[in-house]
Protein backbone atom coordinates (compact mmCIF):
# COMPACT_ATOMS: atom_id res chain seq x y z
CA UNK A 1 0.00 0.00 0.00
CA UNK A 2 1.43 3.51 -0.87
CA UNK A 3 1.89 5.43 2.05
CA UNK A 4 3.79 7.75 4.32
CA UNK A 5 4.41 6.71 7.65
CA UNK A 6 5.48 8.62 10.89
CA UNK A 7 7.08 7.48 13.94
CA UNK A 8 6.39 8.03 16.86
CA UNK A 9 2.06 8.84 16.66
CA UNK A 10 2.31 10.30 19.91
CA UNK A 11 5.14 11.29 22.02
CA UNK A 12 5.61 13.06 25.33
CA UNK A 13 9.05 14.53 26.28
CA UNK A 14 10.99 16.93 28.52
CA UNK A 15 12.15 20.66 27.42
CA UNK A 16 16.05 20.08 25.69
CA UNK A 17 15.85 16.15 25.23
CA UNK A 18 16.85 15.60 22.27
CA UNK A 19 13.88 14.01 19.69
CA UNK A 20 13.71 12.41 16.11
CA UNK A 21 10.82 11.86 13.79
CA UNK A 22 10.77 9.49 11.66
CA UNK A 23 9.33 9.62 7.89
CA UNK A 24 9.24 7.71 5.44
CA UNK A 25 7.41 7.18 2.34
CA UNK A 26 7.18 3.79 -0.69
CA UNK A 27 5.79 5.80 -3.67
CA UNK A 28 9.54 6.94 -4.89
CA UNK A 29 8.73 10.62 -4.64
CA UNK A 30 11.18 13.42 -4.97
CA UNK A 31 9.68 15.80 -2.94
CA UNK A 32 8.99 15.76 0.81
CA UNK A 33 7.91 18.25 3.52
CA UNK A 34 7.24 18.63 7.25
CA UNK A 35 4.38 20.45 8.68
CA UNK A 36 3.05 21.74 12.03
CA UNK A 37 -0.74 21.68 12.56
CA UNK A 38 -1.37 24.56 15.40
CA UNK A 39 -5.41 25.66 16.13
CA UNK A 40 -6.70 28.15 14.36
CA UNK A 41 -2.86 28.41 12.53
CA UNK A 42 -3.88 25.83 9.85
CA UNK A 43 -0.47 23.53 8.28
CA UNK A 44 2.12 25.68 8.78
CA UNK A 45 5.57 24.58 6.61
CA UNK A 46 9.16 23.87 8.65
CA UNK A 47 10.79 22.57 6.20
CA UNK A 48 10.90 20.48 2.59
CA UNK A 49 13.50 18.94 0.37
CA UNK A 50 13.31 18.78 -3.45
CA UNK A 51 15.40 15.78 -3.25
CA UNK A 52 18.47 13.56 -1.70
CA UNK A 53 20.52 16.10 -0.20
CA UNK A 54 18.80 18.89 -1.13
CA UNK A 55 16.46 20.56 1.55
CA UNK A 56 15.32 23.87 2.51
CA UNK A 57 13.52 26.05 4.72
CA UNK A 58 9.74 26.55 5.25
CA UNK A 59 7.63 29.29 6.98
CA UNK A 60 8.85 28.11 10.54
CA UNK A 61 12.01 26.14 10.57
CA UNK A 62 13.50 27.78 13.83
CA UNK A 63 14.36 24.90 16.49
CA UNK A 64 14.28 22.30 13.88
CA UNK A 65 16.40 20.40 11.35
CA UNK A 66 15.92 17.77 8.59
CA UNK A 67 18.21 15.59 6.55
CA UNK A 68 17.94 13.67 3.21
CA UNK A 69 20.00 11.18 2.91
CA UNK A 70 18.08 8.60 0.86
CA UNK A 71 14.61 9.11 -1.28
CA UNK A 72 12.15 7.49 1.08
CA UNK A 73 13.16 9.03 4.37
CA UNK A 74 13.10 12.56 5.63
CA UNK A 75 13.49 12.48 10.08
CA UNK A 76 12.62 15.60 11.58
CA UNK A 77 14.94 16.38 14.27
CA UNK A 78 14.32 18.92 17.16
CA UNK A 79 17.66 19.44 18.86
CA UNK A 80 16.36 21.13 22.12
CA UNK A 81 12.42 20.97 22.15
CA UNK A 82 10.91 23.76 23.88
CA UNK A 83 7.41 24.04 25.31
CA UNK A 84 6.07 26.11 21.90
CA UNK A 85 7.12 23.28 19.65
CA UNK A 86 3.83 21.29 21.02
CA UNK A 87 1.67 20.58 18.02
CA UNK A 88 0.53 17.90 15.82
CA UNK A 89 3.33 17.67 12.96
CA UNK A 90 2.44 15.94 9.70
CA UNK A 91 5.10 14.62 6.77
CA UNK A 92 3.70 14.94 3.57
CA UNK A 93 5.40 13.63 0.06
CA UNK A 94 4.85 14.24 -3.63
CA UNK A 95 6.56 13.43 -7.32
CA UNK A 96 7.37 17.10 -7.13
CA UNK A 97 8.38 18.88 -10.28
CA UNK A 98 6.78 18.08 -13.65
CA UNK A 99 3.68 19.97 -14.83
CA UNK A 100 0.85 20.59 -12.38
CA UNK A 101 -1.90 19.20 -14.58
CA UNK A 102 0.43 15.86 -14.12
CA UNK A 103 -0.84 15.20 -10.58
CA UNK A 104 2.94 15.62 -9.42
CA UNK A 105 2.47 18.01 -6.88
CA UNK A 106 -0.27 16.15 -4.90
CA UNK A 107 0.80 15.62 -1.36
CA UNK A 108 0.13 12.53 0.49
CA UNK A 109 -0.15 12.96 4.24
CA UNK A 110 1.17 10.86 7.18
CA UNK A 111 -0.89 9.87 9.98
CA UNK A 112 0.50 12.99 12.17
CA UNK A 113 2.61 13.03 15.26
CA UNK A 114 1.58 14.68 18.66
CA UNK A 115 4.54 15.59 20.76
CA UNK A 116 3.81 17.27 23.74
CA UNK A 117 6.83 18.89 25.24
CA UNK A 118 6.72 19.82 29.22
CA UNK B 1 4.29 36.00 -0.77
CA UNK B 2 1.39 33.29 -1.79
CA UNK B 3 -1.79 32.99 0.82
CA UNK B 4 -4.96 31.19 1.77
CA UNK B 5 -7.91 32.57 3.52
CA UNK B 6 -10.84 30.17 4.24
CA UNK B 7 -13.94 31.38 6.27
CA UNK B 8 -13.57 30.48 9.82
CA UNK B 9 -15.49 27.54 11.34
CA UNK B 10 -16.99 25.51 13.14
CA UNK B 11 -19.98 25.03 10.82
CA UNK B 12 -22.44 23.15 11.77
CA UNK B 13 -25.22 21.77 9.23
CA UNK B 14 -28.47 19.18 9.27
CA UNK B 15 -27.83 15.95 7.34
CA UNK B 16 -28.73 16.70 3.72
CA UNK B 17 -27.81 20.84 3.65
CA UNK B 18 -26.13 22.68 1.33
CA UNK B 19 -22.90 23.33 2.16
CA UNK B 20 -20.65 26.26 0.93
CA UNK B 21 -17.01 26.92 2.44
CA UNK B 22 -15.78 29.96 0.87
CA UNK B 23 -12.12 30.09 0.06
CA UNK B 24 -9.74 33.00 -1.90
CA UNK B 25 -6.07 33.22 -2.52
CA UNK B 26 -3.31 35.55 -3.08
CA UNK B 27 -0.73 34.40 -5.19
CA UNK B 28 1.79 34.89 -8.12
CA UNK B 29 2.02 32.97 -11.56
CA UNK B 30 -0.68 30.15 -12.06
CA UNK B 31 -1.07 28.43 -8.82
CA UNK B 32 -2.99 25.04 -8.46
CA UNK B 33 -5.64 25.09 -6.34
CA UNK B 34 -6.91 21.92 -3.57
CA UNK B 35 -9.41 21.16 -0.65
CA UNK B 36 -7.71 18.68 1.17
CA UNK B 37 -9.60 17.26 4.26
CA UNK B 38 -8.81 15.57 7.78
CA UNK B 39 -10.88 13.06 9.29
CA UNK B 40 -10.69 12.88 12.75
CA UNK B 41 -7.30 11.43 13.92
CA UNK B 42 -6.15 11.21 10.72
CA UNK B 43 -4.06 12.65 7.78
CA UNK B 44 -4.73 15.36 5.26
CA UNK B 45 -5.96 13.13 2.45
CA UNK B 46 -7.09 15.25 -1.45
CA UNK B 47 -10.38 15.65 -1.70
CA UNK B 48 -10.25 17.56 -5.26
CA UNK B 49 -7.96 20.11 -7.00
CA UNK B 50 -7.94 22.24 -10.37
CA UNK B 51 -4.43 23.30 -12.08
CA UNK B 52 -5.92 26.22 -14.24
CA UNK B 53 -8.27 28.91 -14.24
CA UNK B 54 -12.13 27.95 -14.75
CA UNK B 55 -11.22 24.28 -13.75
CA UNK B 56 -13.89 22.67 -11.83
CA UNK B 57 -12.74 19.87 -9.54
CA UNK B 58 -14.91 17.35 -7.80
CA UNK B 59 -15.21 14.32 -5.62
CA UNK B 60 -17.47 12.41 -3.83
CA UNK B 61 -20.25 14.99 -4.68
CA UNK B 62 -18.41 18.16 -3.37
CA UNK B 63 -17.18 20.71 -5.89
CA UNK B 64 -14.79 23.79 -6.26
CA UNK B 65 -14.33 25.73 -9.94
CA UNK B 66 -11.32 27.86 -9.64
CA UNK B 67 -11.56 31.35 -10.50
CA UNK B 68 -9.05 33.58 -11.46
CA UNK B 69 -11.14 36.87 -11.32
CA UNK B 70 -11.99 36.59 -7.90
CA UNK B 71 -9.07 34.58 -6.57
CA UNK B 72 -11.93 31.97 -5.45
CA UNK B 73 -11.82 28.23 -4.74
CA UNK B 74 -14.89 27.50 -2.93
CA UNK B 75 -15.98 24.20 -2.01
CA UNK B 76 -19.57 23.35 -2.61
CA UNK B 77 -21.95 20.14 -1.65
CA UNK B 78 -25.53 19.66 -2.65
CA UNK B 79 -26.51 17.78 0.57
CA UNK B 80 -24.34 17.09 2.85
CA UNK B 81 -24.17 13.83 5.57
CA UNK B 82 -23.12 12.99 8.65
CA UNK B 83 -19.65 10.92 7.42
CA UNK B 84 -18.59 14.26 5.81
CA UNK B 85 -17.79 15.62 9.44
CA UNK B 86 -14.02 16.60 8.79
CA UNK B 87 -11.43 19.57 8.76
CA UNK B 88 -11.31 20.85 5.59
CA UNK B 89 -7.92 22.78 4.04
CA UNK B 90 -7.82 25.00 0.95
CA UNK B 91 -4.39 25.03 -0.34
CA UNK B 92 -2.46 26.59 -2.91
CA UNK B 93 0.81 25.45 -4.76
CA UNK B 94 3.29 27.44 -6.83
CA UNK B 95 3.91 26.35 -10.32
CA UNK B 96 6.55 23.47 -9.84
CA UNK B 97 4.95 22.11 -6.20
CA UNK B 98 7.45 23.02 -4.02
CA UNK B 99 5.82 25.55 -2.17
CA UNK B 100 2.65 24.96 -0.73
CA UNK B 101 0.35 26.94 1.56
CA UNK B 102 -2.46 25.81 3.66
CA UNK B 103 -5.51 27.91 4.99
CA UNK B 104 -6.28 27.33 8.66
CA UNK B 105 -9.32 24.97 7.91
CA UNK B 106 -12.55 24.80 8.30
CA UNK B 107 -14.53 22.29 10.57
CA UNK B 108 -17.76 21.14 9.30
CA UNK B 109 -20.28 19.28 11.85
CA UNK B 110 -23.34 17.46 10.26
CA UNK B 111 -26.27 16.74 12.36
CA UNK B 112 -28.52 13.71 11.93
Known amino acids: EAQVTQNPRYLITVTGKKLTVTCSQN?????MSWYRQDPGLGLRQIYY???????DKGDVPEGYKVSRKEKRNFPLILESPSPNQTSLYFC???FGGGHPSSGANVLTFGAGSRLTVL | GNSVTQMEGPVTLSEEAFLTINCTYT??????LFWYVQYPGEGLQLLLKATKADDKGSNKGFEATYRKETTSFHLEKGSVQVSDSAVYFC???????????FGPGTRLSVLP
Open chain 2, 91 to 101: ALSSDYGQNFV
Open chain 1, 49 to 55: SMNVEVT
Open chain 2, 27 to 32: ATGYPS
Open chain 1, 27 to 31: MNHEY
Open chain 1, 92 to 94: ASS
